[in-house]
């Protein structure tokens, strides 16, 4: 089963709603045509609505960086899957590392989330991955997995058909460490066969497994190149256009 690559650009906390059209302005422009992977942008809460609106027309998906599991109510600072959709934006990153490690986001959280993104027909990139000291003790199988089944609890197999997983090891994030491709391939085969496990083989056949953590052009053809690998998620080197340019046509 061929799976259309995914190639997603996570901002972080930079970019103001300026920067992040003059971004789009002259992106656009390098990758226009190009159908054979997704091109997805995550920005901030603040430049979402201005993403949303450059990108329109053009293929290129918006999504948010990070959703809350409720409907509404008393949460101060969060946004809610009816405030994501309502700004015309698609997708939402849930458990990113950086989510887990500076506002503790739990592997029930993350479930809770994935739930509530599934409900609202909101496309979920669900990041799981290892620490180093859990690779170097050999535990990364055992972590993705207790990433993995603790974030799928409860989910259907019909209700995943849009899921999207990131392999990230934390080390690689940010750090200019990557995973060699066949680190990432390991452990991508890891998440699928797990995920064939909790929710069937078509399910796991189909869905895609991007791998994160330092991807810049000059790994990503390698890293791409891989069959198993079905996409990238990328943060520092998706913050200038040609160089998220070039990853795209890796
Ligand atoms: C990320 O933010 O998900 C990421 C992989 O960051 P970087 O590419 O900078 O390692």
Redesign the pocket.
Known sequence: MSRKALIAA?W?MYKTPAEALAFVDAFLPLIAGHTRDEIALFPSVTSLATVVKAVEGSGVIAGLQNMHFAEDGAYTGETSAAMLKAVGATHTLIG?S?RRQYFNETDEIVNKKLHTALKHGIVPVV?IGELLHEREAGHTAQVLLTQLKGALAGISAAAAHTLVI?Y?PVW????GKTATPEMAVEAHMIIRAELANILGSHVAKATRILY????KPENATALLGEEEIDGA??????LKPDSFAAIVHY
């Open positions: 996570n972080k990113h950086e990041c990131a990230e690689a994030i940010g750090t994160g953590g330092s991807v998620l990328v943060g520092g080197a998706s």
